[in-house]
């Protein structure tokens, strides 16, 4: 029985971050989103606003078929090393864009190890369409008005343009 954790911000999520999720659900037993409550980010949306993203669109993916399994959707705060220890989890799960992730990526795998060095992070390349696609990226671009479309779902743009606005 192999736990694994798909850890992040998740502000907001993105049709990489989804598809990261639909592919690690194939190479584990358990899978559980942790988005980070990361107030350092100083993020966009709320833990719970977050929570809530990601619970609705991996809904739809597994209605649709697209994801079969069950997943776990479970905020954290603290250490990634300590959720993934209280969920008795083997494996974090990261996503890795371009070059421009590896050094960052990189520094937190080995961290990681050495305060859990039973924890494994394993590395899923993103999706060719959203190799340069990040979440900063995608609120930049809705800022200036600009097609956000193709980066993230309808209701995460919905939300992000409601965001905006107030
Ligand atoms: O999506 P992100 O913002 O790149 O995710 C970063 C995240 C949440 C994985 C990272 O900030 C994290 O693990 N935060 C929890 C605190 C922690 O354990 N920090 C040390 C990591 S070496």
């Known amino acids: 029985m192999i736990a694994a954790i ?16 639909a592919r690690a659900s194939l190479i584990c037993n358990r899978l559980i989103v942790g988005v980070a409550e990361n107030s350092g980010k100083n993020p966009l949306f709320s833990l719970e606003e977050r ?21 776990q959707v479970e905020s954290f705060t603290g250490l990634l090393t300590d959720f993934a220890h ?13 070059v421009a992730d590896f050094e960052y990526e990189f520094q ?3 961290t990681n190890r050495r305060l859990k060095p039973d924890l494994e992070t394993i590395f899923l390349t993103a ?40």
């Not at 209280?86 to 990261?94: D, E, Q, T, V």
């Open 127 to 166: 999706p060719e369409q959203q190799h340069f696609v990040a979440s900063s990226l995608v609120k930049e671009v809705a800022r200036y008005d600009g097609d956000i479309s193709s980066f993230v779902p309808a209701e995460v743009q919905t939300a992000i343009a409601q965001k905006l606005k107030s």
């Open 86 to 98: 209280k969920n008795s989890a083997r494996m974090i799960i990261r996503g890795l864009r371009a």
């Open 51 to 71: 929570l809530e993203m990601a619970q609705e669109q991996i809904s739809k993916m597994q209605q649709s078929g697209e994801i079969k399994q069950d997943i």
């Open 108 to 110: 937190m795998a080995s």
């Open 6 to 21: 798909y850890p992040g911000t998740f502000d907001p999520l993105t049709f990489g971050h989804l598809n990261i999720i």
